[in-house]
C-alpha cells in the first residue's frame, strides 16, 4: 500500500498466526486464524476491523501486540519492528499500546481491589510513591467516570458497563498513544453500549489517542471509524474510508455484512443466497476466494485462485477477482 | 475474618491445643517421665484425670507435653511442604513448558514411594533431630500441595487479566506473585487440613517404628503407640491421646474450608 507522507503510527506487515490444534484421535491440524495480514493505522485516526465471529479479530489484536507470537510477520511501531526487540525494550514500549479485552468479565484479577488494579500499570513502571498513585487513579476514575467511592470494592461488585469502564482507566494509566479495542462494547447492553462509545470518543479527543476499533457489529463500527477494514476468514478483504466503503462496496462479503443493516435494498433472492451456506470449516479451508463458497457472483476462477488485495484506487483495497465489475448497489 | 464460623470453631481448637502446649507446666502436676510401677494402667480417676500408662506414667501429663512436639512438627513440616509446593506448583503453571514436563516427573517419582517410606529415608540421613524430623514429615508432603497449586496455576495462567497484566508491561514474576499465587493459595488452603492430618500421623508412625524423636520426649503419636498393646485392658491412653490428635485434624480440617471461603471476596461478600 502506498502511504506516502502520511504519518503512520502503525503498520502491521503480513501478520500471519497458525495453531495447532490437537484433533481426537490421532495427529494434529493446523488452523490458520490470521493469515498474512497487512495494514497501517494513521496518527490520531479510529481504525474500525469488523468480521463475523470466528474470523481471528482477537487473535490479530493479540499478536499486534506480541503478547502472542505470531507465526510469521511483523509490527512496525512508530518505524520500529516490536518482533524485533528484545523483551526489556517491549515492556517499556507496551506503556504506549494497550488493549482493552473482549470479556470484562475475566479481564480484572477478582482478587484484586478496583484502586489496586487501577494503580498497577503505575506500580509496574514505578510511577510516583503511593500518594501520588492515590491522585492519579482517583483522576482516572473521574476521566472514565467512575465514583472514586467505589475504590476500594472487588470486580465481581461491578456491572459490565462500570468493568469495562475500569478496564479503560487501567489502559489510560500510562498515557498511551495506541488502544486496541477488541469487542469494547458486545458484553453491554444497548444503552450502556452508547455510553461506552461516547465516553470512548471524548478520551480519544483529549488524550489524542489512536484507536483500533474491533466488532463484529458493523453498525458499531461505523459509528466509530474513521476508516474500516472487512476481515474474513483470517484475511482482510476490503479496506476503505467509511464515507467510501458504505458509497462504493466492491467485495461481495462486505456487501453481505452491510445488507444486514437495516434500510439495504438488497433483492431478497440475493440475500437468501448470501446467507444460505455457512462459513466453510477452518480445517479445509477453500483453495481460491475463502468466500467463494457463498458468493452468489462465484466464477470458476475463484475457487481456483486465492485473490489479492489491490488498490482499486484513493486507497480503497478490495481482494476479489471481479471488484470493480460486479453490481453491489446497496441503495444507502 | 471472625464472622466466619469455620474460622471461628477451628482457630479455637487450634488455639487451645496451642495453649495446652504452652501451659503444659501449669496445666499438670505430674512429670510427663516419672515413673510409677505401683499405679500402673489405672484408669481415669480425681488424681489421674486421665488415666496412668503401663509404666505408670500420667496419660494429661504426657498429653499436654506431647501438644509441644506434635504440633512444632507437623505445624513446621506442613509448613515446609505448603511453600515449596505452591512455589514450584505456580512457577510450573506458569511457565508449562520443559519446566513443568520435569518437575512433573520429578514429582511422580516422589510419590511413587509411600510417603512414609520417604520419611525414613530422609530420616535416616538426616539423622535423628526435631528440627530434621520437620522437614523428614514435610519433603514427602510436597506433592500434595505442588499438584494443587500447579493445577490452579495453570488453568488461572489462561486467564485474560493474566494477558491484561503483561500488556501493561508486568514481568513474570510479577504475574505470578500478584495474579497467579493469589487465585492459587485459596484451593491450597483446603488441601491444607489433609497436610496437617498427614503430618500428625506420619510423626505418629515414625514413632512407632522408633525412629521419631528421641526418648523420652513424649508425642502423641508415640503415646497412642505405646498404649497401643494395651489397648483392651487399658484403653484411655490410646483413647485420649487419639481423641486430641482427631481434635487437632478437625480444628485444622475448619480453619482450612473458613480459610478458602475467606480469601475468595465473591464468597466473603455474600457472607457479610
Ligand atoms: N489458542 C488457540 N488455539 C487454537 N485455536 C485458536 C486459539 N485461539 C483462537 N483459535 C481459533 O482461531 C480462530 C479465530 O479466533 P478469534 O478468537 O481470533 O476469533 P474472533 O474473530 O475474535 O471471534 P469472536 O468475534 O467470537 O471473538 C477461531 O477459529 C479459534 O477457534
Ligand atoms: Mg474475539
Redesign the pocket.
Known sequence: MADSGEDLLIRFEELTKT???SSRGFGSER?T??DHVSFSIRRGETFGLV??????????SKIALRLVEATSGSVFYEGRDIYKMPFRQLREIRRDMQVVF?DPYDSLNPRLTLEELAAEPLRVHKQGGKAARRERVESLFNDVGLPTSIMGRYPHQLSGGQRQRLCIARTLALSPKFIIL??AVSALDVSIQAQILNLLQDLKKQFNLTYLF?S?NLSVVKFASDRIGV?YF?RIIEIAEKRELFSNVLHPYTYALLSAIPGAGLEAEKRRALMQAGAPS?FNAPKGCAFSSRCPWSKDMCGKEPPTLKDMGGGHCAACHFAGELELNLGL | MLKNKHILAGGAIIAVMIFIAIAAPLLTSYDFSELDFASKNKPPAADHVMGTDQYGRDVWSRIAYGARVSLTVSLAAVLIAIVCGSFLGVVSGYLKGKFDFIMGRLIDIMMAFPAILLSLIIGAALGASIRNMCFSIGIPLIPIFYRVARGAAFSVADRTFVMASRSIGSSGVRIMIWHILPNVLPQVFVVLSMGMGGSILAEASLGFLGLGIPQPTPSWGLIVNEGKAFMFTAPWTTAFSGLFIALTILGFNLLGDGLRDHLDPKLRTLSA
Open positions: 495453531f495447532k490444534v488452523i486464524a490470521v468480521g463475523e465471529s470466528g474470523c481471528g479479530k482477537s487473535t490479530f473482549q477488541d469487542e474491533i463484529h476481515m483470517g477452518i
